[in-house]
């Protein structure tokens, strides 16, 4: 079935430091990708998406495109803040009947100032 | 707008209690998800109602969950006989249609010792 894998953390960073948070994906059709945030004691929130082949989603500064070719949704932020620290899931959903996301295991990102 | 609810926020019960879990989606939203998230196993989803059609039930772990959605808003997950493996935060989302973004609740964690 499809699933989704993500680099484990926790991921421990500088402030203003490259951010990357590696995604690959198995699907047997064209799913649509999504990064999700979840902040200290808060739900969980869409940050970007992408719909289709070569399509670049992006907020609040980070971006990540979607790559057929590698299966890959890698996210990345060019200088991330103390307020970024929070953990981050790569999801996907088919794009045809099934909507449910198919979650990775999440990335604990920690950034100190 | 408010989001979406979920009550209680906190549960603890002893193992072989049943215990009902409540999600109220954005006002509107016809479809509506429940996921669990556990440190084993990550954000997986469980069942998924859109209107009136008959849910996805296909995530669930047991026939010891069910959940049922009434006048297509409020929605109940029920798990009877509660084992300690049972033990997650049990997120509900809701979104406008099928394809639309899924927003979050902040989840019931659920204790079972």
């Known amino acids: 079935g499809d699933s989704v894998t993500q680099m484990e953390g926790p991921v421990t960073l500088s402030e203003e430091a490259f951010l990357t948070i590696n995604c690959t994906y198995t699907?047997?059709?064209?799913?649509?990708l999504f990064w999700y945030v979840q902040y200290p004691g808060e739900g969980l929130q869409l940050l970007l998406k992408?719909?289709?082949?070569?399509d670049k989603g992006s907020n609040k500064g980070f971006e990540a495109t979607y790559r057929k070719e590698t299966t890959s949704f890698h996210l990345e932020k060019g200088s991330v803040q103390v307020s970024d620290s929070a953990v981050y899931f790569c999801?996907?959903?088919?794009?045809?009947?099934?909507?449910?996301?198919?979650f990775g295991k999440g990335t604990t990102l920690s950034v100190s100032s | 707008g408010a989001g979406v609810s979920q009550s209680p926020s906190n549960k603890v019960t002893e193992k072989g209690k049943d215990v009902e879990l409540r999600c109220d989606p954005i006002?509107?939203?016809?479809?509506l998800y429940w996921y669990r998230q556990s440190l084993g196993q990550g954000l997986e989803f469980l069942i998924y109602?859109?209107?009136?059609?008959?849910?996805?039930k296909s995530g669930l772990p047991s026939d010891r969950f069910s959940a049922e959605r009434t006048g297509g808003s409020v929605s109940t997950l029920t798990i009877q006989r509660t084992q300690q493996e049972d033990s997650a935060v049990y997120l509900c989302?809701?979104?406008?249609?099928?394809?639309?973004?899924?927003?979050f609740g902040p989840g019931t964690r659920l204790t079972v010792l």
């Open positions: 989302a809701s979104s406008l249609g099928p394809r639309n973004e899924q927003f």
């Open positions: 699907a047997t059709g064209y799913p649509s």
């Open positions: 992408a719909t289709k082949a070569d």
């Open positions: 999801a996907l959903s088919e794009d045809q009947a099934g909507t449910a996301l198919i």
């Open positions: 006002s509107g939203h016809t479809a």
């Open positions: 109602f859109q209107g009136n059609s008959a849910p996805d």
